[in-house]
């Protein structure tokens, strides 16, 4: 009788725990005439089975080294018990069968049949060639699963993930995280904890899984079951902005190819989100949005409206520049409208008052079509050759779409009318994917939409321009043009990111002699970096520095070195200027210096086979002069107004900010009678009204919090070879500032006293400037005063208020809140606010745009400045504005209405609920009442019409609306 004898398997591992199979370190070998054997199971290559309830998976055993093999096979059932399933034999299959919920290991064991006759069974092994246990696992409706957090992590925050396993015998966990800059991480050994928590260190995505074993399984592929890959956020060190949101656009998605496009005189609602280095929204930021046609102020004019009011821009060298400020929702948000009669086309981003490793805080582009009323509108939308020809790549992936949109005619859009399209030589119609020549004229008709598409490609260098005409209903279309041009993909063509450190301008130039760096990322057409690229930086006088080694520039026409028709360029040698070459993420830098005071002039050329290949792709001025001794402190609205704007003021004031919480930050400098002073200057510092110096700041980096917020103190900031730092006492809760500008920023806070906090800041006996700060009442929080009990009669209007409060139950005078609405019926509206009827003027001629306190679908958004803001139907929420003692007004008014349906001419209105209705209802008006709840889903007032006491989280019922 043969003796079972069972070899318990282990569960300690001969090797480190794995992530992924080809993460596994090759094994080293066993011992060359051990016995070993080889387990596989039959469909699963070398990973754990998975199979349902009543599967059956089959193993198969190999040994080596053994003369005449038998063998045994061991399961571990899901309750932890093991069993030996199929005793020694020659057979050297087990088929595992009719599998219930749970986990299985299965081992097998090989013996010489010498071995198992003479009783030997201290000779039988499990192991594998590698010296490792062969156990198999098998998972039946097995399940890992893993949550992690959906805030982000900011600076010294933990990040805590969970897993949970189902249907795992005693589940060990082990985790393992990838680094926003790809490395991947492991837990630690696996652990009976179903949590892993660490401190993330980098800002960015990081991405985890979790594996979950029994205790006896190997900690390997064939072992272990995992988790799907989950993500969480985490914002360490760092601000950070959000991409733009758009609103009022009739299609497009914001790109070169297919921008937004708003039609019939329609205006684009643009806002941005703003998150201080913490990750908590930022207040009171001074946020640019920038606006350009072909990287330059637009020359088709533009306007721009924030909150009712319209903008003023400031010229740029890449665009025109409109501020705005975040409100306490870290939010900045403008309106843009384009030109009235003509088409125009512009670029849109937005940037945070920010730097990070040297590089502004700002959105990615967006780009805009807007069209004029009754006409039809084209994109890509460049009506011009050279530079404002829409850039594409030769190859299939240079195929551009070309979309006419035709204009709807009473709000009806224009559908299956023909558009022909014609390209001039060089272009071809195609297909969408690139494949066929369809020739030089396309007819396309147009869709539900009322557009029609085209596709366009080139098989050389050339620059095309496509033009549609159509006769529609109302008007005909003719001379729609606009131009692209295809380029060969892998030539440098232009550089992003170029950014010269330290800045100069007339008012504020470097000092002579002061070494300037230059840096950016040279991109061929389609926006890919080019590593190893070759460049030439020549410039009209001046020097170059190689290894701290100055070299005068040659005397050479540095704008002139472009090739002529028909021949290459200059050299790319130093008989022309300064070769440089890009490294393997195709960045370079390059240092530059004039000993004499003046402008120089620089060129970047780019290279093919030692020879300019084309005009110089950027072009930059720096300012060398003298620096004079300081004569005042002075105050900037902004940090870019102190680069620009070096005279400032004594006193800043219309400064606002909320209780407890650090103000916007307010910009200082030492000026000279031309300039912001450089060299090290000692500030002192005194807030008055209790206050205290919360957060300091150099040039455009976030301020940094201080470990000892106090009233009064004396700060240094420190000239480092044009570099500047500050020491502070007490020292900062995180790195301490550093920037090329010699501007000292500060963020006051004031958490016992409202009123006016003023911040005085003076260096030595220069002249101080100070800066006052109204520090109002709490955010809003919460409603209350509203009227228990309001009942409406159809058709009837009736005029309620209620007072906007802080969590202290302070009125909040001349500030935002929110009214949201949630399953309410038609028929209930908001006909006023604070007395103010709701209308939209066009043409001279007011029209009634009352807001619906439902999913009511009108055509049109409500904006009155200082007033009420709401989005259009596909807005829940409005928002409104207090007088100066927290109340705000509406007037409510039940009943089918007459709303503006978006005509100027008759029939210009429509009636909603339809033609007959009686509307009514019964709703109730709740608002914030504790710790936890949701601004964003029910705003300070909340109406819902379920019917029901329906009491969002910690809200509290303030009134019934019968009507």
Known sequence: MKSHVMKKVSGLAIGSSMLILSMLPAASAFAATAPSITLTEQGYNNIAAKVQPGGSVTFSASANGVTDPMYQFWVEEPNGSWKDVQNYSSTNTYTLSNVASGDYLVTAYVLSAANLKAGDYSAATNAEANGLQDVEGVFVDSTVTLSTPTAAATAGQTMTVTATAANIYNPLYQFWYK???????????????????????????????????????????????????????????????????????????????????????????????????????????????????????????????????????????????????????GQAGITITGPVGQTAGYTLYAQAPYQVNNQPVETPVINAEFVTAGQAGITPYNPASGSAAFQASLGTSGVVPVTVTLPPVNTTAQVNLPVTFDVTTGGYFTNASGTTNLGSVATVYTTSAGQATVYVDAATPSTVKVTASATTADPSVSGLDTYVEWSQPGIASTISNFTITPSSTATSPVAAATDVEMSGVVEDVQGNPLPNAQLLLAATTGAYVVSGTSTDFPDVNASGLGPATGSAGAPATTTYGDPIQTNAAGQFTAEVTDTSTGNVNYYLYPVQN???????????????????????????????????????VTSLTGIQDGYDTASAPLYFGTVTSTSLATGTVTYNLSVGNSGVVYALGVGSSAPVPLNSQVSDLTVTLNDNNGTYTLSVPGGFSGTAPSAATPILSVEVLNDSAIGNTVLTVGSGNLTPASATVNVLSDSAAQAANFAPVVDLTNGQ???????????????????????????????????????????????????????????????????????????????????????????????LQRGPLDVWNGNTSAPAYTEKPSTGAVPSGSSTAYTYNGTGYSESNYGQLYFTGTGTQYAPANGAAISSINW
């Open 179 to 329: 680094t926003p800059d790809g490395q991947w991480i492991q837990s630690g050994d696996y652990q009976s904890s179903s949590t892993f928590t660490f401190t993330p260190t980098e800002t960015g995505t990081y991405t985890f899984i979790a594996y979950a074993k029994s205790p006896l399984a190997l900690n390997n592929p064939e072992g272990a079951s995992y988790s799907p890959t989950e993500t969480a956020q985490s914002a360490v060190g760092q601000p950070t902005i959000s991409g733009l949101t758009v609103t009022g656009e009739t299609t497009g998605a914001g790109t070169t190819a297919s921008p937004y496009l708003m039609t019939n005189n329609g205006s684009m609602a643009v806002s941005t989100t703003l998150l201080d280095a913490n990750g908590n929204p930022a207040p009171g930021a001074a946020i640019t949005y920038v606006i350009a046609q072909d990287n330059a102020p637009p020359t088709d004019p533009v306007t721009v409206m924030s909150d009712g009011v319209a903008l003023s821009s400031t010229a740029a060298s890449t665009g025109a520049d409109y501020t705005v400020y975040t409100n306490a929702a």
């Open 610 to 648: 030692g020879f300019v290949s084309a005009g110089f792709i950027t072009s930059a001025t720096a300012v060398f002069g003298t620096s004079s001794v300081a004569t005042a402190v002075n105050a900037f609205p902004t940090e870019a107004d102190a680069a620009t704007d070096t005279s400032g």
């Open 797 to 891: 209007a009736q005029t309620v208020s209620y007072t906007v409060e802080d969590v202290n139950g302070n009125p909040v005078g001349d500030a935002p809140s929110t009214i949201n609405e949630g399953s309410m019926p038609e028929g209930l509206w908001i006909t006023q606010v604070n007395g103010i009827a709701l209308s939209t003027t066009q043409s001279g001629v007011a029209y009634a745009t009352p807001i619906p306190l439902s999913s009511a679908s009108v055509l049109y958004n409500v904006s009155v400045p200082g007033v009420v803001l709401w989005g259009g139907a596909s807005s829940s929420s409005t928002t409104v504005y207090s007088n100066s003692s927290g109340v705000v007004t509406l007037t």
